[in-house]
C-alpha cells in the first residue's frame, strides 16, 4: 500500500506542477466503476470541502495534500472503530474503491474528483507563485548588493567611509582625555590618522576631483549624536586600518626590529 501510494503522489503532484506551469486544457473523461458511486462522490467532496476551510492547507506539500485525501477514505471503511464522517460503507465496496484509487489514471482522477484536483491545482499554482516572487526577491537583493559594493568601491565614498571612521576614533579619543581608562590611546590615534592618508592619496590618486575638505565636513556633521563606547571605538579604530591595509598592504606585514 505504501510504495502504491507513493507512486500515486509521485504522478498526481506532477500532474498539479505540470498543470501550474502550463496551465493546460485537462482531458475530458467520464467517472466510471467505483469510484463513480453516489456515496463516494459525496464523500470525496465533503473532504474537499474540510481541506479548503484548512488554513494551513496552503501551507502543505501536495504530496502531504494527496497522502491525506487518499487516507481520509479509511474512514469509510465500515471495520473500523471510528471514523470522521457518517455513512461507512462495506469492507468489499470498500476495498474495490480503494483498488480503483490506485488503479486510476490522472484522467479517471480529474473526471472522479475535479474538486480535489482543482484544489490541488491551486495549491500547485499558489507554490510556484511563492517560489517565483521568492527567486524574484533573491535577484533583487543579489543586485541591490551588487550595486552597493560597486557604489563604495568609488574613491569619493571610501574616503568619506574613511572620513567618518578616523573623526569617530578621534572623538573617542577626545571624550577620555584626563581618565585613567580610555577608549583610544595616543599611539592608536597616530595609527588612524596614518591610515586615513593612506586612504586618502589613494582615493586623490584615483580622482583628481575629490573635495576633501567638503567631504571632511561631511564627516563631522554625520557624527552628531553618536554614542561613543570603548568596544564601538576598538572596532571603528579596527575598521579604519583594515581599510588602510587594501591600499597599504605593507601595513599588514611586522616590521623586523632584530
Excluded at 469509510?76 to 471514523?83: C, H, I, Q, T
Excluded at 578621534?170 to 577608549?183: D, P
Excluded at 586615513?196 to 575638505?213: F, G, M, R
Aim: charged content about 30%; hydrophobic content about 40%; aromatic content about 8%.
Amino acid at each position: 500500500m505504501r510504495s502504491i501510494l507513493a507512486a500515486l503522489i509521485l504522478l498526481l503532484t506532477l500532474e498539479a506542477n505540470t498543470f501550474a506551469e502550463s496551465n493546460p486544457s485537462p482531458k475530458k473523461s467520464t467517472c466510471t466503476g467505483p469510484l463513480a458511486d453516489p456515496r463516494i462522490q459525496t464523500y470525496a467532496r465533503k473532504v474537499v470541502a474540510q481541506m479548503q476551510t484548512d488554513q494551513f492547507i496552503w501551507s502543505l506539500s501536495l504530496d502531504s495534500i494527496v497522502e491525506r485525501f487518499v487516507r481520509s477514505f479509511d474512514a469509510l471503511d465500515a471495520s473500523r472503530v471510528y471514523w470522521p464522517y457518517r455513512d461507512p460503507i462495506d469492507e468489499d465496496t470498500y476495498n474495490r474503491v480503494r483498488q480503483a484509487m490506485e488503479k486510476a489514471g490522472r484522467d479517471t482522477w480529474r473526471a472522479c474528483f475535479p474538486d480535489f484536483m482543482v484544489l490541488l491545482d491551486e495549491v500547485a499554482k499558489r507554490k510556484a507563485a511563492v517560489e517565483d516572487e521568492v527567486a524574484r526577491r533573491k535577484a533583487a537583493e543579489a543586485k541591490a548588493r551588487e550595486e552597493a559594493a560597486a557604489e563604495a568601491k568609488k574613491p569619493v565614498n571610501r574616503l568619506r567611509l574613511a572620513y567618518k571612521r578616523y573623526a569617530y576614533v578621534k572623538l573617542c579619543n577626545e571624550v577620555r582625555q584626563g581618565y585613567l581608562v580610555v577608549y583610544i590611546n595616543d599611539i592608536e590615534l597616530d595609527r588612524a590618522r596614518t591610515a586615513v592618508k593612506a586612504v586618502e592619496n589613494h582615493a586623490v590618486d584615483e580622482d583628481k576631483s575629490l573635495d576633501t575638505d567638503a567631504l571632511w565636513k561631511a564627516a563631522n556633521k554625520e557624527l552628531k549624536g553618536e554614542l561613543v563606547g570603548r568596544d564601538t571605538c576598538q572596532a571603528t579604530f579596527n575598521d579604519l586600518l583594515q581599510q588602510s591595509a587594501s591600499v597599504r598592504p605593507e601595513d599588514n606585514v611586522m616590521p623586523k626590529d632584530f
